[in-house]
């Protein structure tokens, strides 16, 4: 397997049940990290990609272009930088193997071990979904021992990077690799076992590379069968110069609502990879919604890439509000009271081990292939199957159609679990997948036809699902009652240090909002037992002791 990744963002159609999970991106100015998570890539044909997410309460999506990615057999992590030529990678305080790392567009980018400067004025043409530049180094924030949580913030020799802490040892189940504490069951760079990188347009999932949900592996990668000119509907099936790829089939024009794009057919509304326009790509983590990039719904722009900030040390509340020593970050506030019960802390943040996707029955285990965390273990959702590393509708995916692997042939389609000839009536044919165009998110109201930005298909209509509302320039749906950026209705954000509950800001925990501030009038000699009630003495459970 290449070490190197080159991860973009394709949609695929109705072959993807349910979007893959959170992708975990980072911001490039060197203080942002942000847990990761499973990535789509774009069709491998060097086309563009096509199709549309179904987005459930996260969207997964990656970011464009192509990167070398960090993979080496040396003791330090290797993190890459994008060039003209393939340089050795150079191990801190020695000398490494030489690693040559191919971007997407297959140029040899040059490779250099974590914390070393890459060519002189060269940096990194597109990190991956879970990198940063720093220094023109990309660069995992919750593995690198050398950025870890930040840029240049090395930790102390003999501890290891784990989700951004520098700790003494890796917690279980994750393993020490390179210095970093990597999930091997979802890491790109470490998948299966340390130093063990997916190849490019790869995704690691279940702890083996696959190509991602909707996409097949042919000659020259994983490619969208749906839309890709080179592989229509079957691997190495090339369309004629004057023809397109529509919904897997070789087409004089694309069907109704999808555009071209280099021969390709695809939804300008959903497309990540062509979001308004061809070749208009969308960021790390974003999604495109109306042909707009935006960030998924519970997520914040934060430099150019989407965050968390309701569970994220370094950019709690808001971009770039670090908490402090002995804090952690909870719903979006720093609190140095700890975690409340039921929830732990992984990197700084309380999170929910039961139902969080990115720490799932443990700190860093990330579901991946559109699994979701249900009491503590990742599972596909409305009684999925997880084939080949992701999640699909055995009912009406062809290439696992009743059952996994079971693929339905040429001219045939999958209609409620059985390759047969025809579709049922009430369903319509979109890429071999017969599917209700008046509720099928991925084909909504017509075929390719993808609701993103979290809404649902409703009646051949991608609507917010009850209770949520259309926020934003670029509208992704929000659920009002929780939003810190949005508490109560849209625009109306929460001051620093509140948290967002029941469409009300209010404190965080069992903390009480004294004037401007939150405090905990059990112990605070200034409100002891409540707002401005001071005491000489020592507050002890809401009672002032002389």
């Known amino acids: 397997m290449a070490p190197s990744f ?20 980072l911001n490039c100015g060197g203080s942002t990290k ?27 999506s990656s970011s464009s272009g192509g990167t070398s990615s960090d993979a080496s057999s040396t003791t330090a992590s290797v993190e890459s930088t994008s060039g003209g030529t393939s340089d050795a990678a150079t191990s801190s305080g020695g000398s490494g193997g030489t690693t040559s790392a191919t971007t997407a567009g297959g140029a040899a980018g040059s490779s250099s071990v974590d914390g070393a400067a ?85 995704v690691c999932s279940g702890g083996n590379c696959v190509c991602p949900a ?15 000119s080179t592989n229509c509907g079957a691997c190495g099936n090339v369309c004629a110069v004057n023809q397109v790829c529509s919904q897997g089939s070789c087409e004089l024009a694309c069907s109704t609502g999808l555009s071209e794009c280099m021969a390709d057919c695809v939804d300008l509304e959903s497309d990540a990879a062509n979001c308004g326009a061809c070749g208009v790509a969308c960021g790390n983590a974003q999604v495109c919604t109306g042909g707009a990039c935006a960030c998924a719904p519970g997520e914040e722009l934060c430099g150019d890439v989407c965050l968390d900030v309701s569970a994220d040390f370094f950019n709690c509340g808001a971009c770039d509000n670090r908490c402090g020593a002995g804090e952690v970050c909870l719903d979006g506030a720093c609190t140095d009271v700890g ?108 075929c390719g036809n993808a609701c993103t930005g979290g809404r649902v298909c409703d009646s051949g209509v991608c609507v917010c699902a009850a209770g949520d509302e259309e926020c934003g320039d670029a509208a992704v749906c929000v659920n009002v009652q929780a939003s810190r ?62």
């Open 339 to 446: 975690c409340p019960t039921m929830q732990a802390e992984c990197g700084g943040a309380c999170v929910r081990l039961a139902n969080d996707s990115n720490n799932c029955g443990a700190c860093g285990v990330v579901c991946t292939g559109g699994q979701r965390c249900t009491n503590g273990s990742c599972v596909c959702p409305d009684a999925g199957e997880f084939c080949d590393g992701a999640c699909v509708d055995t009912n009406l995916t062809p290439a696992h159609c009743g059952a996994c692997g079971n693929v339905c042939q040429s001219g045939e389609v999958c209609s409620a679990g059985a390759c047969v000839t025809a579709c049922a009536e009430g369903t319509t044919e979109c890429a071999q997948s017969c599917v209700d165009l008046l509720s099928d998110a991925g084909n909504c109201g017509a």
């Open 118 to 202: 890459g060519a002189a004025g060269a940096g990194p043409e597109a990190c991956l979904a879970d990198e940063v530049d720093c220094g023109g180094v990309c660069a995992n924030l919750d593995t690198s021992p050398n950025n870890c949580g930040a840029c240049g913030e090395a930790c102390p020799s003999g501890d290891v990077c784990q989700l951004g802490m520098c700790v003494s040892a890796c917690s279980a189940p994750l393993v020490e690799c390179a210095s970093g504490c990597a999930d091997t069951g979802s890491d790109a760079r470490h998948c299966g076992a340390c130093n063990q990188a997916c190849a490019s347009g790869e």
């Open 485 to 546: 950026a949005n508490c109560g209705g849209c625009g109306i954000r929460c001051p620093q240090g509140l948290v967002c509950q029941d469409s009300t800001c209010g404190c965080p925990g069992q903390k009480t909002l004294c004037g401007e501030e939150c405090v905990d009038t059990d112990n605070d000699e200034a409100h002891c037992g409540g707002c401005d009630s001071a005491c000489a003495g020592t507050c002890a459970s809401g009672q002032c002791v002389p």
């Open 6 to 25: 080159g991860f973009r963002t394709a949609l695929p159609g109705s072959l993807l049940m349910m979007g893959i999970a959170a992708a975990v991106s």
């Open 214 to 228: 909707g996409e097949l592996v042919c000659a020259d990668g994983c490619v969208d069968l749906t839309s890709s």
């Open 34 to 60: 942000h847990n990761s998570s499973a990535t789509n890539t774009v069709d491998g044909s060097g086309g563009s990609s096509s199709g549309g997410t179904s987005s459930a309460t996260t969207d997964g």
